[in-house]
């Protein structure tokens, strides 16, 4: 996906100067901490972004995949290498097995440390199975207020298939599910569905983007998010009047102006309509 003449709000930071230097852990931690810099992007502490690495095991040498994901109460905004979890793809796809059904996955949490890869000393975020079940390299898991508009609306699910006619994308929608095994394996059996998605919106609650490498990734997410800021700006257009329960602000690009203000504001509230 080309991004550079797509973008009204959000800004194209990647410098490959900068990444071309860097392994694939410092790579994540590179696009994790670009995505983390901007509140448009995702609020401080909030998302998740994974990388699926090839590593040779500590113990025998063999190689295999390592799921690196953001630690539990991480930042990605100012993550570093050793914020990141890291866990063996295939022990978390073994727990598929063990899940017992939805009354039950508060139990799969104790599980995550039996999957630890190496050394690793970060506990792992209750969101570990929603990217480990993806079956995407690279994934970030955000909270961009535009998205949230959407996602929290009441007619939600119809304006997103209003938003992938308008801007040629694919996201598919999941109804609200709190975070954990069975909110995993609700992604799983989606994807499968539905192969050529781009992307999935949570209902009330965030937003799923992917990427085969780093650079696709990081594109593709502030792609979507940029045009979701579109697609909402332009709904307040149309409507005339505020949709937010406070005076109306205008102007969404320069947001950085109004000095982060209207974005938190927003946050969390529910729309009767878009």
């Known amino acids: 996906m080309k991004t550079q003449d797509k973008l009204r709000y959000l800004q194209d930071h990647w410098d490959d100067n900068v990444a071309g230097k860097l392994d694939e852990p410092e790579l994540l931690r590179y696009r994790s901490n670009l995505l983390g810099s901007d509140l448009r992007i995702t609020n401080f502490g909030g998302g998740n972004t994974s990388s699926k690495i090839l590593e040779s095991d500590p113990l025998e040498g063999s190689q295999q995949t390592v799921l690196w994901i953001k630690g539990s109460g991480g930042d990605i905004g100012s993550i570093h290498r050793k914020g990141f979890a890291r866990l063996y793809l295939d022990k978390i796809h073994s727990l598929a097995k063990r899940y017992r059904g939805v009354e039950f996955e508060d139990e799969m949490v104790e599980m995550y440390p039996l999957c630890s890869f190496g050394d690793n000393a970060v506990a792992a975020s209750i969101d570990t199975p929603l990217h480990g079940f993806l079956p995407f390299t690279h994934v970030d898991h955000l909270h961009p207020d535009w998205a949230i508009a959407l996602a929290a609306a009441a007619n939600g699910q119809d304006k997103m298939q209003e938003f992938n006619r308008s801007y040629s994308h694919q996201l598919i929608w999941l109804p609200w599910q709190r975070p954990g095994f069975e909110l995993a394996m609700m992604l799983r059996d989606a994807i499968k569905k539905t192969r050529d998605c781009d992307g999935i919106v949570l209902g009330g609650h965030g937003l799923f983007t992917?990427?085969?490498?780093?650079?696709?990734?990081?594109?593709?997410?502030?792609?979507?998010?940029?045009?979701?800021?579109?697609?909402?700006?332009?709904?307040?257009?149309?409507?005339?009047?505020?949709?937010?329960?406070?005076?109306?602000?205008s102007q969404l690009e320069n947001y950085h102006s109004l000095g982060h203000e209207i974005f938190p504001f927003i946050r969390g509230r529910i729309f009767s309509n878009l």
């Open 210 to 249: 992917w990427g085969e490498t780093q650079r696709e990734c990081y594109l593709n997410t502030i792609t979507v998010i940029d045009q979701l800021g579109q697609f909402v700006s332009a709904h307040l257009e149309r409507r005339g009047h505020n949709l937010f329960g406070g005076n109306r602000v």
